[in-house]
C-alpha cells in the first residue's frame, strides 16, 4: 500500500503545482473579521497550509506565523512563495509534532482542520493557546444552490462511472451550513464564546481549470491512475460539450472561532 492510500493527506504531496495554481484564497472580510479579534502582530500557528492560500493574507495583516504541513513538497513550495522571516515551517503531522505549551495567540486552519482526529482538533489548542486565545477554523463548504445551473447533478453519472458518486447527507442550502467544529468545540468546557461568519464564495471555472481542481484533491489523487485519468478526460469533455466551458462551484465560506478560556 502506497503512503498516500495508508494516509490520504499524503497525497498532496504528488499535486503541488495544481494545487497551488488553482485552489482559492478566502474572503478579505473573513480576515476582517478574524483580525478585529486578535491581539496586534498575534502569533499564530497554522495548521495544514498547503500552499499559502490563507497564509500570504494573515502576513499581510501582521500575523507571525509557525506553519505545520505533513507534506515535504507542499512545505517546500510554500517556501518558495513566501520566502519571508515571519514564517516559520514545520514538515510534520499537527497531531504528533512537539508544540510549546501556552505559546501561540491563535490556532488558524483553512480547509485542513477536517483531516485531525476529533480529539486532537481540541486537545492540541488546549496545549498550545495562551489563556484568552483563538481556535479559528476556516472550512470551504459547498452548498446547494442555483448558481451551478445544474452541473453537479448533471455530472453525477461521470463521478459514479468511476466510484467517485457523492456520498453521506446532500449539501446544505445556504445559510443551513454548520460546520462540524462549531459541535465540537461548544461540546468542551475548555472553550468559550464560539461563533460561526459565514461568506458567499462561488468560484468559477473553465472545463481544464476544473479538471486541475479535480486533480488537487486527494481522492483523485489516490485514484488508479487509468481511472483517474478517465474521470479527468471525461469530466473535462462534459463541460465543454454541455456547460459552455464554464463551471460555477457554490461555496460558502464559515470561520468558526472560540476563545480559550482563562
Do not use: C
Not at 461568519?197 to 468559477?204: G, H, K, L, P, V
Not at 486527494?218 to 485519468?229: K, L
Amino acid at each position: 500500500m502506497t503512503d498516500a492510500a495508508a494516509d490520504p493527506r499524503r497525497s498532496f504531496n504528488n499535486a503541488v503545482e495544481a494545487y497551488n495554481e488553482i485552489r482559492p484564497g478566502y474572503p478579505a472580510a473573513m480576515f476582517d473579521d478574524l483580525f478585529g479579534l486578535l491581539p496586534e502582530h498575534p502569533y499564530v500557528l497554522e495548521v495544514g497550509p498547503g500552499t499559502g492560500q490563507a497564509t500570504q493574507d494573515l502576513l499581510d495583516r501582521g500575523a507571525v506565523i509557525s506553519a505545520v504541513e505533513i507534506s515535504p513538497a507542499m512545505a517546500a513550495k510554500l517556501r518558495e512563495v513566501l520566502p519571508t522571516k515571519d514564517l516559520r515551517i514545520t514538515v510534520g503531522d499537527f497531531e504528533e509534532v512537539p508544540l510549546e505549551e501556552r505559546s501561540v495567540d491563535a490556532v488558524f486552519s483553512a480547509t485542513a482542520f477536517h483531516w485531525i482526529a476529533p480529539r486532537a482538533q481540541v486537545d492540541r489548542p488546549a496545549h498550545i493557546l495562551r489563556r484568552g486565545g483563538f481556535v479559528a477554523i476556516v472550512d470551504l463548504n459547498q452548498v446547494d444552490s442555483i448558481d451551478d445551473d445544474g452541473f453537479f447533478a448533471a455530472a453525477q453519472p461521470i463521478y459514479d462511472r468511476y466510484g467517485q458518486g457523492h456520498t453521506g447527507p446532500p449539501p446544505p442550502k445556504r445559510g443551513a451550513v454548520d460546520p462540524p467544529i462549531r459541535e465540537a468545540l461548544s461540546r468542551d468546557d475548555r472553550f468559550t464564546n464560539v461563533e460561526v461568519r459565514s461568506y458567499d464564495w462561488n468560484q468559477t471555472y473553465s472545463a481544464n481549470g476544473y479538471r486541475k481542481l479535480m486533480l488537487s484533491y486527494s481522492v483523485t489523487q489516490t485514484m488508479e491512475p487509468v481511472a483517474r485519468q478517465g474521470l479527468l478526460d471525461d469530466m473535462e469533455g462534459f463541460i465543454k460539450e454541455h456547460f459552455n466551458d464554464r463551471v460555477t462551484r457554490p461555496l460558502v465560506v464559515t470561520l468558526t472561532t472560540a476563545t480559550l478560556a482563562a
